[in-house]
C-alpha cells in the first residue's frame, strides 16, 4: 500500500548515488536539485498517509488520489532505478577495458552490445540521462499536483518528528497456541471422530462424506487435522489423504493427488481416474478435500463415482468448505459439521496465551474482554489479535487499539478482517510491503524463508544482511510475521531449528488478496489453448498466470507495461513472444519455472530492472541469450534442472550484481564460464564443475575472488586441476557451512591425496561431504575442523577409515561403499593402538557428540575392533556417549559388534542385508539378549 512504498522510496531516495566516473557533471546537478525537491513534497505527503490509507477502505476518491501517488512514485523508482543502471554499466565497462588490456590482441573478447536500452559512445550517453532528467522534471510537477490536491481530503496530519518511524524488532519470543490444548472444539472433535471409525448404522458402514461448513477462520483445517492425525483414526485407515483443493476445482490435480505414488504423467482425466481408482481399490480410506468451493456437480461426480466404487466399506471422506452450498450439492448435508463461534470464554483463552505467553493475565483483565467479543468467536481473529498485543504493555497502547476506527467497519467481508487489519496497521513499511506481496502466492503455497526473502530484495522492500544498517533486512520481517501469527503450518530445520518454511492461513491469504486487490493478480487460463489472456486492469503490478497451455506466451494488453512480477504456476509455456517481452519494461522478478521452454527470446536483454530470474525445471532449455549478460541489476538467477542446458554464455563476468547462481542438478552443462569467477557479490553458487578442458572453462583456482556462503558442491572433473590451481581457491579463507567435494574423474591415489590436501577448509566449517576419494590417507587438515557436524564419505577405495574419533563436535557420521575396508581398528576411534588409552591422561572422550553413525554397502568388511582391556571401570576413556542411531546396511561379511556400543545409549540398531550380523543377533540365539538387553529398537532384516 501507498505509506509502504512512500516510505521504501524515501530510503531508497536518500541513499542514491549521482556519481558517475566521468562527464555530465552539470546535469548531474540538475537531477540532484530536482530528485531532493521531490523528497521534500514526498515527505510532506507523508505525514497524511495514515489517515488516507484508513480512509481509501470506505472513501473512493482518497483510494484514486492513493493510486495517482502510487504510480508516480513507482515510476520515479523505475526511473532512479535507470539511472543507477547506467552508472553500473560504467562500471562494467571500465572493468571490461583493464582486462582487456593484459589480454593479448589475439584473445580480445569482444564486448557485446547487450541491450538496445544502452547505444554506445559518448553521445548516447549523454542522450540517455537527458532523457532521465527530463523524466525527473516531469514526475515532479505530477508529484506537486497530487500534493495540492491532498487539501481537497482534509487528512489529519501525523505529527512529524514525535513518532519515529518504528523500526522493526525481532521478536524475543514467538509464542504458539497448541491449538489441541485450548481449541474449545472437544465437542465437534468428538463428533468428527466417532463418524470417521463409527459403523453404527447401515448407511454408515459404505462410504460416508462428511462436510465441515463454516467461515474462514473459524477451524475447519484445524478440527480435522486434529482428527487426521488421531491416533485411532490412523489405525483405523489404511491409506489417509489430504488434498488441498481451493479454486479452481481441478479433477486431474486432485486425482493425481489422491493417487500419490501412483500418479501418471498424463493429463488425460480418464487415465488419471483409472490409477486413482487403482490405487485406493479395495482399501479402506480417509481422504480430506480441504477448503472446497465449486458447485459443480458434474465436476464433481467425475471424481466421486470411482472413488464410491473403488473404496472399501468404512471409507471416509471429510470436505471442508466456507460454502453450505458446496454441501447441498454433494447432497451431504445430514452427515455436515457446522462449525459456528466459539464462546468468547475459549476466544479469550487463546488470545491471552497469545498475549501474555509470560505475563500477568489479569493485567489488562477487562480491556482483553472488550477486544475478543470483537473477535465475533473467530479462532483465527484472538490469535492474531493476541499475537499483536503481545509487545504492548501500557494501558494507553490498549486502549487505543480498542477505539480503532477499523471497528467501525461494517462490510461482512471487511468484519472478518478487521483484526487482521489491526495487527497489518501495526507493522512497519516494509513488513507491509513484504506481506502484501505474499499475495502474488496461490493459496495453500509453501513458502521457503530465503527464497521469498530474495523475492522481496528483488523488489526493493529489503536489504541484503551485509547491509543492516541501510534498512530492514529479510530475516527481520520474516521472523516479525511469524511472531504476527501470518504465517503458520511451519517447517523447521531440524539441525538449528529455526523456521524455514510455512503457509499462510487462507483468511489470512484472502485478507492480502483484499489490500491488494488491483495490483496483485492470480490470473487462470482454463480452457482452450487458442483462447486470449483476458485484458489487465491498468494497476496490475504483479500477476501470477496459472495454467497456460503449450505454446508461447503472450498477452495482448498494453497494461502489462507496469508488470513488476510474472510468475507461472501449473504451465507448460515454450517460449515468450519477443513482442510481449519488450513490453515487461519495468519486470524485477520473472519466474518461469516447471515450464517447458526451450528458448528464451534475446529481447529479455531489455529488462533492465530484472533482479530474479528464475528458470528451473524447464528440462528443454538448451541456452540462454547472451542478452541475458546485460542485466547488471540481476542477482538472483536459478536454473536448477534444467537438464539439457549446456552453456552459460560467456560474457556472465558483467553480471556484478549477481549474488544467487543455481546450477545443481544441469546434468549437461559440462563446465562454467570462466569469468563467473570476477564476480565479487557472487555468495551462492551451489555447484562448481571445475577443471573443464578448455581456456574458458571455470577452474578450482577461479574461485577465489568469490565472497561465497552457505553451501558449495565443487566437482572436480578433467584432469587440467592439480595441487597449485587448488591451491589459488584459497578455501581456508571462504566461510562455508557445508562443502562437498565430488571426484568425477578417476585419479591415482597421490594425486587424490596432494589435491584433497590442498583444499584446506575454513575452521568454521560445519558439514563435509567427500564423494569419490580414492587416497589411502587422509586429508591432514582433517583435525583442524573443530567445528565439523556431519560428514559424509563415500564410494572411495579407502583401506582405512580415518581417525575420527577426536572430532569433537562430529554429531552425524555417514560412510558409503568402501570396497577397500576390510578391518575398522581403534584407530578409527582416534586411539593409536590397544593400549595406549590406559596411559593417557587427562581423561579422554572419543567421538563425544556423535549421535547417529551410518555403514552403508561396506562389503568386504569383516572386523570391527573394540578396546578390549577398557571396561567401563578404567574412567580414562568414554567412548560415544550420546550415539542413539546405529545403521548397518549391506555388510555381508561383517561377523560382530564390538563390545564398547553397549555401553553407549544407543536407543536404535538397523541391520539390513548384513549376513554374518543377521546370523549372529537374530532371535532365538543367545547373542540376541546381549543386544536386546540394552537397545530398545532393533530390526534385522535379510535382503
Ligand atoms: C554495437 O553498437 C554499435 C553502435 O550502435 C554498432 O556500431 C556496433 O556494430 C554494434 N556491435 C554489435 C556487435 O552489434
Ligand atoms: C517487543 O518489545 C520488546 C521491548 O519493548 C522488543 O525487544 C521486542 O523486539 C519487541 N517484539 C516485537 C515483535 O516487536
Ligand atoms: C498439545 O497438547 C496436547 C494435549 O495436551 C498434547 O498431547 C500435545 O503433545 C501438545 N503438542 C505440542 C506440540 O506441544
Ligand atoms: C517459481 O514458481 C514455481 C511454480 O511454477 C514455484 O514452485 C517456485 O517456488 C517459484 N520460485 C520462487 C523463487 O518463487
Ligand atoms: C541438517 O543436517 C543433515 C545431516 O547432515 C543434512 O543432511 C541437512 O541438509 C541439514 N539441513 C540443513 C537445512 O542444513
Request: glycine share 6%; aromatic share 10%; proline share 3%.
Amino acid at each position: 500500500m501507498a505509506d509502504a512504498l512512500i516510505s521504501v522510496l524515501l530510503e531508497r531516495l536518500a541513499s542514491t548515488t549521482y556519481e558517475y566516473i566521468e562527464g555530465g557533471v552539470k546535469l548531474v546537478l540538475n537531477v540532484k536539485e530536482d530528485v531532493e525537491k521531490f523528497t521534500g513534497t514526498l515527505r510532506v505527503i507523508q505525514a497524511v498517509l495514515e489517515d488516507a490509507e484508513q480512509r481509501q477502505v470506505t472513501e473512493q476518491a482518497v483510494k484514486i488520489w492513493l493510486d495517482e501517488l502510487k504510480d508516480v512514485s513507482y515510476q520515479m523508482v523505475d526511473v532512479l532505478d535507470e539511472w543507477n543502471t547506467d552508472i553500473l554499466k560504467q562500471q562494467v565497462e571500465k572493468q571490461e577495458r583493464e582486462q582487456n588490456a593484459l589480454v593479448p590482441p589475439n584473445k580480445k573478447v569482444r564486448f557485446f552490445n547487450f541491450s538496445r536500452f544502452f547505444s554506445f559512445g559518448k553521445d548516447s550517453r549523454e542522450i540517455l540521462r537527458r532523457d532521465i532528467a527530463l523524466k525527473i522534471k516531469d514526475l515532479n510537477d505530477k508529484l506537486t499536483e497530487i500534493y495540492k490536491e491532498r487539501k481537497k481530503y482534509q487528512f489529519l496530519r501525523k505529527e512529524l518528528g514525535i513518532q519515529q518511524p518504528q523500526q522493526p524488532q525481532r521478536p524475543q519470543t514467538a509464542s504458539y497456541v497448541n491449538m489441541s490444548e485450548i481449541f474449545g472444539r472437544e465437542k465437534e472433535q468428538n463428533i468428527l471422530i466417532r463418524k470417521l471409525l463409527g459403523d453404527s448404522s447401515e448407511e454408515e458402514k459404505g462410504l460416508l462424506l462428511i462436510p465441515i461448513v463454516g467461515m474462514g477462520g473459524m477451524g475447519k483445517t484445524t478440527l480435522t487435522q486434529l482428527a487426521y492425525n488421531d491416533d485411532q483414526v490412523k489405525s483405523h485407515f489404511e491409506i489417509r489423504k489430504w488434498v488441498c483443493v481451493s479454486d479452481p476445482f481441478d479433477e486431474i490435480k486432485i486425482a493425481k493427488a489422491i493417487s500419490g505414488d501412483y500418479a501418471p504423467s498424463s493429463n488425460e482425466l480418464d487415465e488419471v481416474l483409472q490409477y486413482m481408482f487403482r490405487s485406493i481399490q479395495g482399501k479402506r480410506f480417509l481422504l480430506v478435500l480441504d477448503d472446497v468451493w465449486t458447485d459443480d456437480r458434474e465436476k464433481w461426480e467425475k471424481l466421486k463415482v470411482p472413488l464410491m466404487q473403488s473404496g472399501a466399506e468404512g471409507s471416509r471422506i471429510v470436505v471442508t468448505t466456507r460454502k453450505l452450498e458446496v454441501a447441498n450439492m454433494m447432497r451431504a448435508t445430514r452427515n455436515m459439521i457446522n462449525l459456528g463461534g466459539l464462546s468468547d470464554e475459549y476466544c479469550l483463552s487463546i488470545f491471552n496465551h497469545m498475549a501474555f505467553s509470560d505475563r500477568d493475565v489479569q493485567e489488562f483483565g477487562d480491556i482483553s474482554k472488550e477486544i475478543v467479543k470483537k473477535c465475533k468467536g473467530l479462532p483465527l481473529a484472538a490469535k492474531t489479535l493476541g499475537s499483536l498485543m503481545h509487545n504492548k504493555t501500557k494501558i494507553g497502547e490498549w486502549k487505543e487499539v480498542l477505539r480503532s476506527k477499523i471497528w467501525d467497519l461494517e462490510r461482512i467481508e471487511q468484519e472478518v478482517f478487521q483484526p487482521l487489519f489491526l495487527s497489518y496497521y501495526d507493522l512497519s513499511p516494509a513488513i507491509k510491503c513484504c506481506l502484501l506481496y505474499c499475495a502474488t502466492f496461490p493459496k495453500y503455497y509453501e513458502f521457503k524463508r530465503d527464497d521469498l526473502i530474495k523475492l522481496w530484495m528483488a523488489q526493493d522492500y529489503v536489504i541484503s544482511k551485509g547491509n543492516k544498517e541501510k534498512g530492514t533486512t529479510g530475516d527481520v520481517v520474516f521472523d516479525n510475521l511469524v511472531a504476527r501469527s501470518f504465517f503458520q503450518d511451519f517447517e523447521k530445520d531440524p539441525n538449528t531449528s529455526t523456521i524455514t518454511g510455512c503457509k499462510m492461513h487462507d483468511i489470512v491469504h484472502d485478507f492480502v488478496q483484499f489490500l491488494t486487490k488491483n495490483e496483485c493478480l492470480i490470473m487462470d487460463h482454463v480452457g482452450g489453448a487458442t483462447r486470449e489472456l483476458k485484458v489487465l486492469g491498468d494497476k496490475v503490478r504483479h500477476l501470477t498466470l496459472r495454467y497456460v497451455p503449450q505454446g508461447p506466451l503472450a498477452i495482448s494488453s498494453y497494461n502489462c507495461k507496469k508488470l513488476r512480477t510474472l510468475t507461472t504456476f501449473d504451465s507448460t509455456i515454450t517460449t515468450i513472444d519477443p513482442n510481449f517481452i519488450l513490453q515487461l519494461k519495468c519486470l524485477r522478478t520473472l519466474n518461469l519455472s516447471d515450464n517447458s521452454i526451450k528458448e528464451l527470446p534475446e529481447e529479455i536483454g531489455e529488462l533492465i530492472h530484472m533482479r530474479h530470474i528464475d528458470l528451473s525445471f524447464n528440462f528443454d532449455l538448451e541456452k540462454l541469450p547472451d542478452t541475458i549478460c546485460g542485466l547488471y541489476n540481476l542477482s538472483t538467477l536459478r536454473l536448477r534442472f534444467c537438464s539439457r542446458l549446456k552453456k552459460l554464455p560467456e560474457n556472465m563476468g558483467n553480471l556484478i550484481n549477481l549474488k544467487h547462481l543455481y546450477v545443481e542438478y544441469c546434468r549437461d552443462l559440462w563446465s562454467l564460464p570462466r569469468r563467473i569467477g570476477r564476480l565479487t557479490s557472487l555468495q551462492t553458487l551451489d555447484v562448481c564443475r571445475c577443471g573443464g578442458n578448455s581456456d574458458e572453462a571455470f577452474q578450482i583456482g577461479d574461485l577465489r575472488k568469490l565472497n561465497l556462503e552457505g553451501s558449495l558442491e565443487i566437482q572436480l572433473v578433467g584432469d587440467a586441476t592439480d595441487k597449485s590451481e587448488v591451491e589459488k581457491a584459497q578455501l581456508w579463507d571462504k566461510k562455508l557451512f557445508h562443502l562437498r567435494v565430488v571426484f568425477e574423474w578417476q585419479m591415482n591415489s597421490s594425486s587424490s591425496v596432494e589435491i584433497l590436501n590442498a583444499l584446506r577448509l575454513h575452521p568454521d566449517l560445519e558439514s563435509l561431504d567427500i564423494w569419490g576419494y580414492n587416497g589411502a590417507t587422509w586429508p591432514n587438515w582433517m583435525q583442524s575442523l573443530h567445528n565439523l557436524r556431519f560428514l559424509f564419505v563415500g564410494w572411495g577405495s579407502q583401506y582405512e577409515l580415518w581417525p575420527i574419533g577426536k572430532l569433537e563436535y562430529l554429531e552425524i557420521l555417514n560412510l558409503y561403499g568402501m570396497n577397500g575396508v576390510r578391518k575398522v581398528g581403534v584407530e578409527f576411534l582416534g586411539l593409536e593402538d590397544q593400549t595406549s588409552f590406559r596411559i593417557r591422561s587427562p581423561p579422554l572422550t572419543l567421538f563425544p557428540k556423535l549421535k547417529q553413525l551410518h555403514f552403508y554397502d561396506l562389503p568386504n568388511w569383516e572386523e570391527w575392533e573394540g578396546v578390549e582391556e577398557w571396561t567401563k571401570g578404567d574412567s580414562e576413556i568414554t567412548i560415544m556417549p550420546c550415539l542413539s542411531e546405529l545403521t548397518i546396511i549391506d555388510c555381508p561379511v561383517l561377523k560382530a559388534l564390538p563390545n564398547f556400543l553397549f555401553r553407549t545409549p544407543l536407543q536404535t540398531l538397523d541391520m539390513l542385508g548384513s549376513r554374518k550380523l543377521s546370523e549372529r543377533y537374530q532371535e532365538g540365539n543367545g547373542e540376541w539378549a546381549k543386544i536386546s538387553a540394552t537397545i530398545p529398537n532393533i530390526r534385522i532384516k535379510r535382503r
